[in-house]
């Protein structure tokens, strides 16, 4: 085995492991380690799609989490208000569909009272449990928010057109606030600050080769989100080695001179946005259906800074690196929790990580430029191409560059 | 809203024409070959405002377009907002009610004031580093925490003021330092995509700084007690105070405008730092070199600038203008380590709206924003709503703004360095 082929080996050695991990591994804590490496893959799909955006694509945008709460909200609203049943409950607003009727609950938010439930809610008591109606099922959701995402990504990368470095970032940074000012204050619909609540992925549980799996169970929101990442992983590493990929990197050197050679800049441009937007949409929808909660906190800032941290830590330009750099430090973030004393200063560590967190993030920037993953596998898969640069740099005179 | 389908249908009225006439003025304007830089801003605004009524002829003759001509439609077009609000809700109390609409403009314009003096900090760091600090709103908290512990906790009795001089000089010196440490390294061609470089890395402080205080200071509200009382005035006489009547912590201005105290000594600091400020920049010769490298970075070092040691300045310049309007705001609100995060999205906005660097520009820009909000939360009919549509208000601005007129209110048009593009 040469060399170069040590960071596959490795890629598909660590996909075996987390194929295998949920079987073998029976500590206690096998629930909070499993909901570790959830929350793990999901920040590595989101900090995978992010990096192809702005390491790729060179578009730093600030609006990544605003598309996942696309995708997240998108589920958990049509779950919330559609439903099946074989008879028409004559108070909601429905349609006949099949042999069906598809019920569209009335919205009526956050209320105290148990006197203004929804029309749903009405007629079930009305039944008195003599109709089964049927929620809508989940996989839909969740493709629907994908591609609401899709077509939100679409929207913004067509508005984000002229929009360079400073503006952009500005830019997607007052969409995502704007969706989450307009999701936090729309309490009729979207239940604010409350948060809506979504049924769990498998809500009847689900039989995997002669086993039968609780709807609480961790084993299979586990793979569907293990499934999405590599899913998500495998187009990306498709794309960038592509057309695609060589015109989006194009793009981001210099948006001109791609301009000038005959690259379709508005195309790529759009269409990248498109296909990472998606990608945070389908995180957004499991993850949210995971959890089982999605409120309008989860598309703050921090939570963008986080995904930003994940993806510059792990390497901004080589989305693999990212993912991998995502779930090292969501399990990082995870163990540093416990507090400890020195002297007599007790440090809060559910606080202090964070600041540790933000340092490291820092000191990458400033003195890891492609992170501290990516150069791990850059240094098996093209270590004799770097030598030979070198030798070529060290070749030509020094002071030939000047500061740009 | 009691006719809410009058405001609804202007409303998409104007949406369409504007859209419409964004589209079409750039389109006419670019079949002629002429400037385009600003035929959709023009266009959006007068198919607002006019609907085709405007937009045939400025399509058909495509005159040139002068500031008369981007002004007037813009304001013609708030006016028409305005008017349809005022049809539709005849019961509002932003229609109906005089003095409340007073104190709505008069509080509008005070916390402009204030956003307007932070925004000049961002202002002096993008004009000059060509950075947006996305750590800007943690400088402010920071102010703001310094004073306060300074004020309450470690030297209670302290003459605000000194409290006020050190928080900015603790502001100063971590902009310095940070600065020199991390920023160094966009200036020495090192680094391909500088401007990201520096979003990202100012985003980490932002980050860092957020939860260091988090950890030190603790998560509780805290707020500073007021620096200084109002003397006790009633004009024209103590009866019958219709001019003027001021209490400790508030002033009543004609018997209707109600002015905090905390508020009002934040906004004529603001001013009085303001006007050294422009002194600075204008009669010494640093801030002269500060001017100048914002004008033209490769100019400024033949002339024997170092625009190195400028860029520092301007960070901790920068940095410190924010604590400063922390430092004066803490007394007024509750304060937080996430407090920051609000008056940096609005210092974003005033950025974007006033213009590139213009100094101007983010005094006119923040008074703008101060008035579209308290517009936005004193009329919307459901308070609730609009208190929770606050943070939305400002990136409504900045939105339409990169949209239509990326330059700004008093944008140069061909700014040199990195931020020549947008």
């Not at chain 1, 696309?70 to 958990?76: C, E, F, L, V």
């Not at chain 1, 449990?129 to 493709?143: D, H, K, N, R, Y």
């Not at chain 1, 990929?245 to 948006?255: K, N, P, S, T």
């Not at chain 2, 202007?10 to 600003?38: E, Q």
Request: hydrophobic share 55%; net charge neutral; proline share 5%.
């Amino acid at each position: 085995m040469t060399r170069s082929r040590i960071p596959q080996a490795a890629g598909l050695a660590l996909v075996l492991i987390f194929a295998v991990f949920p079987f073998v591994y029976a500590r206690a804590d096998y629930p909070f380690i499993m909901h570790i490496l959830i929350t793990g893959f999901f920040y590595a799909i989101l900090a995978s799609s992010w990096s192809m955006l702005a390491g790729y694509a060179g578009q730093f945008s600030f609006g990544h989490l605003g598309f996942m709460g696309i995708g997240a909200y998108t589920a958990a609203l049509f779950s919330h208000y559609f439903y099946l049943s074989p008879v028409p409950t004559n108070i909601c607003t429905e349609y006949p569909f099949g042999d069906l009727y598809l019920i569209i609950v009335n919205p009526i938010g956050v209320t105290s009272s148990t006197l203004s439930q929804d029309c749903l809610r009405e007629a079930l008591t009305i039944w008195n449990g003599s109709v089964q109606i049927t929620p809508m099922p989940v996989w839909l959701g969740i493709i629907l928010g994908t591609v609401m995402g899709g077509v939100f990504g679409l929207l913004i990368g067509l508005l984000v057109l002229p929009l360079r470095a400073a503006y952009l970032a500005l830019f997607t940074l007052g969409f995502s606030e704007i969706l989450r000012a307009a999701i936090s204050a729309e309490i009729e619909i979207t239940r604010g600050q409350a948060g809506i609540e979504l049924p769990y992925l498998f809500d009847s549980g689900i039989t995997l080769f002669g086993r039968h799996f609780d709807k609480t169970d961790k084993l299979p929101p586990y793979f569907v989100m293990l499934f999405l990442l590599l899913l998500c992983l495998a187009i990306m590493t498709w794309l960038a080695k592509s057309k695609f990929g060589m015109f989006v990197r194009a793009l981001r050197e210099d948006q001109d001179a791609a301009a000038a050679l005959g690259v379709n800049t508005t195309r790529y441009k759009v269409l990248v946005f498109v296909v990472t937007s998606m990608m945070a949409a389908a995180a957004g929808a499991v993850m949210a259906h995971y959890i089982r909660i999605i409120t309008p906190n989860n598309l703050m800032i921090l939570q963008m800074s986080l995904v930003v941290a994940m993806a510059v830590i792990g390497g901004v330009e080589n989305v693999i690196a990212a993912a991998i750099g995502a779930i090292v430090i969501e399990f990082a973030l995870e163990l540093l929790r416990n507090s400890f004393e020195i002297g007599p200063f007790t440090l809060d560590m559910t606080v202090w990580r964070f600041v540790v967190f933000g340092v490291l993030l820092m000191l990458a920037l400033r003195f890891a430029r492609n992170g501290l993953i990516a150069p791990l596998i850059e240094y098996f898969t093209r270590g004799h191409v770097a030598k030979e640069t070198v030798a070529i740099r060290t070749a030509t005179p020094e002071g030939t560059e000047g500061p740009s | 809203m009691e006719f809410p389908y009058i405001f609804w249908w202007v409303f998409a009225w104007m949406i369409f024409w504007s859209v419409t006439g964004s589209i079409a003025a750039r389109r006419s304007y670019m079949r002629r070959d002429l400037d385009t830089t600003n035929a959709s801003f023009v266009g959006a605004m007068l198919g607002a405002s006019t609907g085709p009524f405007g937009l045939v002829p400025l399509c058909m003759k495509t005159p040139n377009i002068t500031t008369r001509m981007m002004v007037v439609p813009a304001l013609a077009s708030v006016g028409v907002l305005m008017i349809a609000f005022g049809f539709a809700d005849p019961g509002n109390f932003c229609v109906s009610n005089g003095s409340f609409v007073a104190s709505q403009i008069v509080n509008g314009l005070i916390i402009g004031i204030i956003y307007g003096f932070m925004a000049l900090g961002l202002t002096l760091i993008f004009s000059i580093l060509g950075v947006v600090s996305f750590a800007h709103g943690e400088f402010y908290m920071i102010g703001g925490m310094i004073t306060y512990f300074l004020t309450s906790v470690w030297l209670p009795g302290i003459n605000p003021i000194i409290a006020i001089a050190l928080a900015c000089l603790a502001a100063f010196v971590l902009g310095a330092v940070f600065e020199r440490m991390f920023l160094t390294p966009m200036y020495e061609g090192k680094i391909d995509r500088p401007v990201e470089y520096g979003i990202l890395v100012t985003f980490g402080l932002a980050f860092t700084l957020q939860y260091f205080v988090q950890a030190t200071a603790g998560a509780n509200p805290l707020k500073a007690s007021r620096y200084f009382d109002f003397p006790r005035i009633r004009l024209p006489s103590s009866a019958d105070p219709w001019l003027i009547k001021t209490s400790r912590g508030n002033m009543e201005l004609f018997d209707t405008v109600s002015i905090s105290n905390p508020r009002f000594t934040a906004a004529v600091m603001c001013i009085i730092v303001f006007g050294l400020l422009m002194l600075f920049l204008h009669r010494t010769w640093t801030g002269k070199a500060l001017r100048a490298v914002s004008q033209d970075r490769e100019a400024a070092a033949i002339a024997g600038i170092n625009p190195d040691r400028m860029n520092m300045l301007a960070f901790a310049l920068g940095g410190m203008i924010a604590a400063l309007a922390g430092a004066l705001l803490v007394q007024a609100f509750s304060w937080l380590p996430q407090v920051g995060a609000i008056p940096a999205m609005r210092s974003f906005v005033i950025l974007v709206l006033g213009g590139l660097g213009s100094i101007p520009g983010a005094f006119v820009g923040g008074v703008i924003v101060g008035l579209f909000e308290a517009a936005g939360t004193g009329c919307l009919p459901d308070a609730q709503k609009a208190a929770s549509y606050i943070p939305a208000y400002g990136m409504i601005i900045l939105t339409l703004t990169l949209l239509l007129r990326p330059t700004g209110l008093f944008g140069r048009r061909f700014a040199s360095g990195a931020h020549g593009q947008f």
